[in-house]
């Protein structure tokens, strides 16, 4: 498995700020002595880089989720063009490593690096421009060039994209050639020619995948893509930022983990998604949350009535959900009081509900073992509460998925039955995406809190899986299948956002839909949001103050009218 660890800032945190901070980087590139490259700063800067990557990854992730019906983050659709500056302003400054990486590998003497922060960089600003749309970029971190650029142009973003697919095949030619010396401090492949060159080509089928309705020749360039291989299929290879269970001198646990160490309350899940993991009986259940509450709300209490749920979601009360639970477990009378107290857990809210929030942080289901490295939380595993959780597990060791195997086996079925020209099983490539990612959570799950974690029964997994194949030969339609199928994956997209983001924009799937268990939409807002469906970010207010171009992009630029190139579903909510 390819991992980066956080462990480089525990060993030279300090020396890497003063030398990458004080350092001019422009003069990184010198080299005087033809056979001692100056690999010393280039490995300084490659973590630094990396960390960049992880952070395109992470910047908008939780809402990514929030706009695809996972969180209760920004799922209420009113954005501003204050909402995301610091995401901007962010993803410059980190991706600016990345540029020093490349112009400090121009001589070719060190081709490895080189070929290392193509890809990172082709990685990152596709996912920016996948946030964003037209962006600062052939003239961007030039500011202290020989001939400064203080207010760059905004390239278009189908342009943005062809210059990354150019990086990706550039990286692939530069990791073949020889590297004098060893890469150091490469936390993602280890220094590996061969494991960075399948990230460089899976990098490419994922921007080709995303690109593929916007370009005149996306199915083909796609289909060639595929049939080259190359690109990640086996789980061993799957492409991971790890954390560790590090507190000092800085703490390098997974962020989502914090909520067990009491450092703020976790944000709301939709009630959904955890109500239809009950249902469907999904084996990742106990890995991806952790409840915190056993105890039912007493509606006749008035503290208790005011941090029940708004809008009749409140799982225990649900008299739909209920209903469908008693179908699912083959209960006849009364519900037992273990099961509604064991449901009591998934404390969460409904899309888009935007009531105030009370003050009932030590209720809300959290995230669990996957992808946070914290708690599992099975029927078994007591619920005690926020405070109480810290000591449960001193953990933190969790992961976000990059790109996996999983994720490469659904775009080729993506591909197959929207009618690209790619072939193979669908329904086999479905079943076996479906195992993976399982798979990986348990693996985490057992890796993270090994005392009470147990892997789920064959036979449990299997009968999951059957139900979802089963769904899938139901369906008599490609698209159909394909929407079976991007319901599957959002159930796999706990801890990755942004790929579930462009998938619904980029297919329109999986159709929302009202609330109902185990169906293939999801569900709706509960109250008609103040804006449609978030179709791209809103450009950032200071960017107008500082860059003139940027003017007319927060002027003219509307985040729910104006899609991104590749997007040509356009989706809107349905009232």
Known sequence: MITYKNVFRAI????????????????????????????????????????????????????????????????????????????????????????????????????????????????????????????????????????????????????????????????????????????????????????????????????????????????????????????????????SYLYSTQVSPEDNRHPWYFTYAGQGDPTYINHQFMGEMILNKDPRLPFYFYRQTSRILDQSNPTDRGSTPFGGSYLPLRASFLDEYKKAFNITGAIPSSDLAYIAGFFGRDRA?????????????????????????????AAVGLTGQAALNYGGNGLWPLIHSWNTKFYQIEAILDGTGVTGDAKALFEAAMREQVAVVVAQGLKSDPSRAKAPAAAETDAYVKAWLDLYDGATTNQAKLNVVAKQIWFCSWGQGMDLWNLQRRTGYPIQSQFKQFSVGIQAPISKPPRQYALRLPYPQSEGALNPNAAKYITDVVFDRDPIFWDKVKVKWEF
């Open 12 to 239: 030279m945190l300090t020396g890497l700020i003063s030398v990458v901070g004080s350092c001019n980087y422009t003069e990184l590139d010198i080299n005087q002595d033809p056979n001692r490259p100056a690999t010393g700063s280039l490995g300084l800067l490659l973590p630094v880089a990396e960390n960049a990557a992880r952070n395109a990854f992470t910047s908008v992730n939780s809402n990514a989720m929030g706009f695809a019906g996972l969180l209760n983050s920004a799922d209420s659709y009113n954005l501003s063009n204050t909402s995301y500056q610091g995401t901007w302003n962010t993803a410059y400054l980190n991706l600016q490593s990345i540029e020093q990486m490349l112009r400090a590998t121009e001589d070719g003497k060190n081709p490895r690096y080189r070929g290392i922060a193509q890809v990172l960089k082709a990685y990152s600003m596709g996912n920016y421009v996948d946030m964003f749309g037209d962006m600062p970029y052939s003239e961007a971190w030039k500011g202290n060039a020989a001939e400064p650029i203080k207010a760059p142009k905004f390239d278009k973003d189908s342009d943005i994209y062809e210059d990354l697919l150019k990086l990706c095949d550039q990286a692939v030619v530069e990791l073949a050639k020889p590297q004098p010396v060893a890469v150091i401090n490469d936390y993602m492949g280890a220094g590996s020619a061969a494991t960075w060159t399948r990230i460089a080509k899976t990098v490419k089928l994922r921007l080709l995948l995303t690109s593929r309705k916007g370009r005149a020749n996306g199915n083909a360039e796609l289909k060639a893509a595929f049939d080259a291989g190359g690109y990640i299929t086996a789980p061993a290879n799957n492409w």
């Open 353 to 381: 509900d935007v009531s105030g929030a009370a003050a009932d942080g030590p209720l809300r289901a959290t995230p669990g073992a996957y992808p946070a490295g914290g708690v599992y939380s099975d029927r078994t595993t």
